[in-house]
């Protein structure tokens, strides 16, 4: 079993390998002049507490 899995493991190695640089020559990025303006924008609600219900308590008070 030891054997299987480090012949599977060199395989997955050389195969890993063997992909490397398939789609052609690395393409440097392009010098984009336009950039977003530096910023943070947040936006969205927040809610805290107890909601629902009437108000009127089902349990009457004792006496």
């Not at 924008?41 to 927040?46: E, I, P, Q, R, W």
């Amino acid at each position: 079993m030891s054997k299987f899995i480090r012949l599977a493991g060199c395989l997955a190695l050389i195969a890993g390998l063997a992909a490397c640089g398939v789609d052609g020559a690395p393409i440097p990025p392009a010098d984009n002049t336009e950039t977003p303006a530096p910023g943070v924008t947040l936006s969205g609600s927040v809610s805290m507490g107890v909601s629902g219900g009437s108000g009127n308590s089902p349990i009457s008070p004792a006496d």
